[in-house]
């Protein structure tokens, strides 16, 4: 009765699918035609549309409803973002849609709403709402501001008019007469016909109440990724310009200092740029106007314009860290920025190497950057596929000595245990720094330690 019940949901989703295609097919058309190919090349933007892309969501989730989900590692892709952000700007706004009802709500029936027709998305941690709010350009803010200062996680019904709202671990949902959630839906629904990489709620595959989305691997289509280091693609004009950038100045009042296959530094009085051979470009600029209190919000306009200015920022890139600094007294912020590729996100393995981009700066002071400049090269899409031995049970049953042996329990976990108290569960492409394709793996937290293992392909 429940797989009966389960097929005419997805019926009904199909049908409520092809309605609003069909609502909207003009659009559509038009998003069709005016599409342009999606890259990875480093470009430059308006200082406000590399705020609002900085900012976006760390993970998108996508419910279609009857346990169909899925993730989305880019939400820029295909516009979520550009929709979501109306809908954030509705809720907090004080002129916008009126607010019927505000109520805290259990995990049980969050569990029940994650099973409807919705959008999930977290927030980098260091952010504040009025950060969030700040960079959308949001009108005369609204009392919710007050009362969620951080965004952990937010939740968009795509059936109803109502938000949840998750800060300080607790769920509030939020009800209003109206929200802008048509395209967003429509979005969906395309989504669900063209096809998309399946994901599970925790609950359902490890036995125990985790709401986190655990991808069913061997049904992905996964793309195969080649990294290689870019700075060896820059021909003399190109590095001349980079340097330019970086000091305005002649390059003759700029003085160089070449170790012959390691990396050649360039000096103008306290500011330094190395560009090394292993693809990192770094700059450092010691002198700090006295900065008594740190803002985030011009901390972070002044990031992202140095960046776009010298190096060009990609689509790519994700806000992955906000930590607070202090240098001789002076307040600040170190700003780092990870990568997406395909449908997952890169994880570095270097020790020498922290991530893809990280800035220190001071409000309006830049003191120091450090680029790894990698990426893909032209090249024509590929995908890998791997079998049911790879997905998330058969590898925890196959290194349960391995888990084990770094537990350190008193007594060894069954596989039962070890799968109760699995935390998270995500794919990450790896980049160990040489020219070919990324590796894929499992990252996985088990009872406060993390766990990687090898995906063969």
Do not use: C
């Not at 994880?347 to 800035?359: A, G, K, M, S």
């Not at 590898?395 to 070890?418: G, R, S």
């Amino acid at each position: 009765m429940k797989d009966k019940l389960q097929s005419l949901t997805i019926l009904v989703l199909l049908m409520t699918s092809v309605y609003l295609l069909f609502l909207n097919f003009d659009m559509d058309l038009r998003d069709i035609f005016t599409k342009t190919e999606n890259t990875e090349e480093a470009i430059s933007y308006s200082p406000q549309g590399l705020l609002e892309d900085a900012i976006k969501p760390d993970s998108l989730a996508i419910n279609f409803g009857s346990d169909h989900h899925s993730l989305i590692a880019n939400p820029l892709q295909d516009g979520y973002w550009t929709e979501i952000k109306e809908v954030i700007k509705t809720v907090f706004e004080d002129q916008g849609t009126d607010k019927v009802s505000l109520d805290s709500i259990s995990e049980d029936i969050y569990s029940q709403l994650l099973q409807q027709r919705s959008i999930y998305m977290t927030f980098n941690q260091g952010l504040t709402t009025l950060t969030i709010l700040n960079a959308l350009k949001t009108q005369s803010t609204s009392d919710l501001v007050e009362q969620f200062p951080k965004i952990d996680s937010l939740y968009i019904s795509l059936e109803k008019p109502l938000v949840v709202i998750k800060s300080q671990n607790k769920k509030t949902l939020l009800s209003f007469k109206s929200l802008p959630t048509e395209k967003l839906n429509i979005k969906v629904a395309n989504l669900f016909l063209e096809g998309y990489n399946p994901y599970s709620l925790g609950k359902n595959i490890l036995g125990n109440q985790s709401l986190e989305y655990i991808p069913k691997i061997s049904k992905h289509k996964i793309e195969k990724i080649t990294y290689s280091n870019l700075v060896q693609d820059l021909d003399q004009e190109t590095l001349e310009n980079i340097i330019n950038k970086f000091f305005q100045k002649d390059l003759n009042l700029i003085r160089e200092i070449k170790e012959e296959g390691v990396q050649t530094i360039y000096v103008d009085g306290e500011r330094i740029l190395k560009i090394n051979k292993q693809g990192l470009i770094s700059y450092y600029n010691p002198q700090i106007p006295k900065i008594k209190e740190r803002n985030l919000y011009i901390s972070l306009e002044t990031a992202l314009s140095f960046i776009s200015k010298n190096l060009g920022f990609e689509d790519s890139h994700y806000l992955k860290e906000i930590k607070p600094i202090e240098v001789n007294h002076n307040q600040g912020f170190k700003i780092v920025f990870g990568k997406t590729a395909g449908s997952y996100k890169v994880q570095v393995e270097d020790e020498n190497i922290y991530d893809y981009l990280e800035i220190d700066v001071f409000n309006n002071h830049v003191r120091r950057l450090a680029h790894y400049y990698r990426g893909p090269r032209d090249q024509r899409k590929e995908y890998v596929q791997v079998d049911e031995s790879q997905d998330l049970r058969p590898i925890i049953k196959k290194n349960l000595d391995q888990i084990n042996n770094q537990l350190q329990k008193p007594q060894a976990w069954t596989y039962e245990q070890v799968l109760a108290n699995i935390q998270t569960a995500s794919i990450n492409y790896k980049d160990q720094g040489q020219d070919g394709p990324l590796d894929l793996y499992w990252h996985v937290a088990i009872a406060g330690q993390d766990f990687e293992f090898k995906i063969k392909h």
